[in-house]
């Protein structure tokens, strides 16, 4: 990416999309106007620069997968990291970032220090907590509706090699969200995921450490570089259906009110349209400090724990099909709005007006007002979130 060249498109006022790597669904990424495509982690990775206490300054088109071999070799790391490294770290930022690591550490947002954004004149500013901290709190998880993030620099912390990993299966879904919700209760864990994949219900629990040796638990096992080991994993499952429509959500729920939430999708799960698709779920802990950043179109609202669902389904092209996953999602997005849960805005999310108002309050007036202030009306206009916030 040209130092001048992003600037001058923003600037340049005509239709234009944002894009990273393009993992975003529903055409996010996709634009009638023009594109702009940060995600070059060659080019990106020359350019980052370790600032000293911790800190490091990553381009927005570098990949995670990148980013963690350059701190690897630092014996640095990040707090929180997605579980497919191939996503670039400006779009991942823009729509929040969270992990295993994350019934720990929070969202990936939490950990950035400031970010460079160029606004639609063109205009590019340092943003943080301190300075243009409304364009901070819009700009991460906001999509790229404020502008697009040039740069950001972000804390690492000293890593660790190993993890104490103790899997575990559940017999059905509401000892699962039982066994999730405990876990929620607890501040002693590193690392948290749960699934329901293939008809296996499972959950992995895990601290890390450094030359760790498996402890009494029968189902211990010590792995090392996790991160590495888990984007094959998930890189695999991305590519297995790259010939069906990908239709992904995921409903972050406040601790406490996750077993509705399972609840509401697991009756669908046995019932067209969800029983003849290929359908995963996904399901993380959100645990954020007591001073983190009320960020405002995150996916996590002011719950100090919260959980995510994610549902995910592979579709044939049969428009009828698709048209009725979307109706099934746009009926669990009611659900978790009446559950104080948010969507997690990379996914399918049919927000209209209304709805957008009720999950994001006076928020969404003011991201209209801030996109008219600095002409941004032209940057990501085709996003359900622009548009609601249009509406209003
Ligand atoms: C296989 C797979 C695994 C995933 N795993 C995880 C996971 O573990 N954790 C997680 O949190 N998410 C995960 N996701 C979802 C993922 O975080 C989002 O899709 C994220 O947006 C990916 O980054 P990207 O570079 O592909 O972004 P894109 O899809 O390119 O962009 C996302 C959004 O941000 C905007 N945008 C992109 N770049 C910028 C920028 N530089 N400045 C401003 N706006 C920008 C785009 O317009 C778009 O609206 C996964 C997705 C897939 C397909």
Not at 30 to 59: F, H, K, S
Not at 72 to 96: E, F, K, Q
Request: charged content about 20%; some cysteine.
């Amino acid at each position: 990416m040209p130092a001048a060249f992003p600037s001058a498109l923003l600037g340049a006022g005509r239709p234009l999309a944002l894009r990273g790597a393009g993992h975003s669904c529903d055409g996010q990424t996709v634009a009638n106007g023009e594109l702009l495509i940060t995600y070059a982690p060659d080019t990106a990775a020359p350019q980052m620069r370790d600032l000293g206490d911790g800190l490091i300054e990553v381009p927005a088109g570098m990949s995670w997968y990148g980013l963690e071999r350059y701190l690897d070799r630092r014996n640095r790391a990040v707090l929180v990291l997605p579980n497919y490294l191939h996503m670039s770290v400006g779009g991942t930022l823009s729509v929040g970032g969270a992990g295993i690591d994350s019934v720990r550490s929070g969202m990936q947002i939490d950990h950035v220090e400031r970010i460079q954004l160029i606004d639609g004149t063109g205009t590019s500013r340092w943003c943080s907590r301190t300075d243009h901290p409304e364009l901070f709190r819009f700009a991460l998880g906001g999509l790229g509706t404020v502008g697009l993030i040039e740069r950001a620099v972000l804390r690492t912390v000293p890593s660790c090699r190993d993890t104490h990993v103790h899997r575990a299966d559940h017999a059905t879904l509401a000892e699962l969200a039982e066994h999730t919700e405990r876990i929620a209760q607890r501040d002693d864990i590193d690392i948290y995921c749960a699934s329901l994949r293939q008809g296996r219900l499972s959950s992995t629990t895990g601290w890390r450490g450094n030359g760790l040796r498996r402890c009494r638990d029968a189902s211990c096992t010590i792995m090392s570089d996790l991160p590495f080991v888990g984007e094959y994993h998930t890189e695999s499952i991305a590519a297995r259906f790259s010939d069906q429509v990908r239709l992904w959500t995921d409903y972050v729920m406040p601790a406490g009110q996750f077993a509705p939430m399972l609840g509401a999708v697991e009756t669908l799960l046995d019932r067209a349209p969800l029983k003849d698709v290929h359908v995963m779920l996904y399901i993380l802990i959100v645990r954020r400090s007591p001073d983190a950043s009320s960020f405002a179109f995150a996916p996590v609202g002011t719950a100090p724990v919260s959980i995510g669902l994610g549902l995910y389904t592979w579709i044939d092209y049969e428009p009828a099909v698709i048209s009725a996953t979307r109706h099934v999602f746009r009926d669990l997005l009611e659900r978790c709005c009446e559950l104080g849960g948010r969507p997690y805005l990379y996914g399918v999310n049919d927000l209209d007006g209304s709805l957008a108002e009720r999950l994001y309050g006076t928020d969404l007036n003011r991201l209209a007002q801030l996109r008219s202030a600095h002409q941004l009306e032209h940057v990501n206009a085709h996003l359900p979130l622009a548009r609601a916030a249009e509406q209003i």
